[in-house]
T-cell receptor, first 114, second 111 residues
Framework: GAGVSQSPRYKVAKRGQDVALRCDPI?????LFWYQQALGQGPEFLTY????????KSGLPSDRFFAERPEGSVSTLKIQRTQQEDSAVYLC????????????FGPGTRLTVL | LAKTTQPISMDSYEGQEVNITCSHN???????ITWYQQFPSQGPRFIIQ???TKVTNEVASLFIPADRKSSTLSLPRVSLSDTAVYYC????????????FGKGTTLSVSS
């Protein structure tokens, strides 16, 4: 497909489990962003990659959150020892330029921690 | 980053024109104004972007007064499918920074 894809679309985890969320950006897009969206709120920034370099991770809420983009394409957001407050939709977005605020979003992964 | 203020919700009927105004009093010289649309269970979608005056595309128009302290997104002749959350964002288009979303405006269109 031509758009950003994310998998899985839904994930249910027991508290304490580790989860990995995958993002496939649009081919050739330089920038990749992860956002967290709680119910009824706007998306909140987590981290940003330019190619394989993680240039900003200031939004990651704790050291249990880790993101990587080793080959400058697919990215994985990993959450260790999940907590109930981690329940949210995790959105991935990509952009064709290193800068610019026109971003293309995926459908998100809805994470529910029981 | 400039903070934006927009109404929490708006109601409209099919066929009407809808105008959503966003305030951004401390917008910086290099900042652009961008609007996104989000449907339930989907990621936000870029609608329109502008710097000053008026911008129009096939979906909407964006009106920006000379002082740039506010902007108005205009949706002509809305339909039920325009029911969504609309976000106003302000930021430097040249900077590789994340988008800062507020709570947005929930637009409900009825028949």
């Amino acid at each position: 497909g031509a758009g950003v894809s994310q998998s899985p679309r839904y994930k249910v985890a027991k508290r304490g489990q580790d989860v990995a969320l995958r993002c496939d950006p649009i081919s050739g897009h330089v920038s990749l962003f992860w956002y967290q969206q709680a119910l009824g709120q706007g998306p909140e920034f987590l981290t940003y990659f330019q190619n394989e370099a993680q240039l900003d991770k200031s939004g990651l809420p704790s050291d249990r959150f880790f993101a990587e983009r080793p080959e400058g394409s697919v990215s994985t957001l990993k959450i260790q020892r999940t907590q109930q407050e981690d329940s949210a939709v995790y959105l991935c977005a990509s952009s064709p330029r290193a800068s610019g605020n026109e971003q293309f979003f995926g459908p998100g992964t809805r994470l529910t921690v029981l | 980053l400039a903070k934006t203020t927009q109404p929490i919700s708006m109601d409209s009927y099919e066929g009407q024109e809808v105008n959503i105004t966003c305030s951004h009093n401390n917008i910086a010289t290099n900042d652009y104004i961008t609007w996104y649309q989000q449907f339930p269970s989907q990621g936000p979608r870029f609608i329109i972007q502008g710097y000053k005056t008026k911008v129009t595309n096939e979906v909407a128009s964006l009106f920006i007064p000379a002082d740039r302290k506010s902007s108005t997104l205009s949706l002509p002749r809305v339909s039920l499918s325009d029911t969504a959350v609309y976000y106003c964002l302000v930021g430097d288009r040249q900077a590789g920074t994340a988008l800062i979303f507020g709570k947005g405006t929930t637009l409900s269109v009825s028949s």
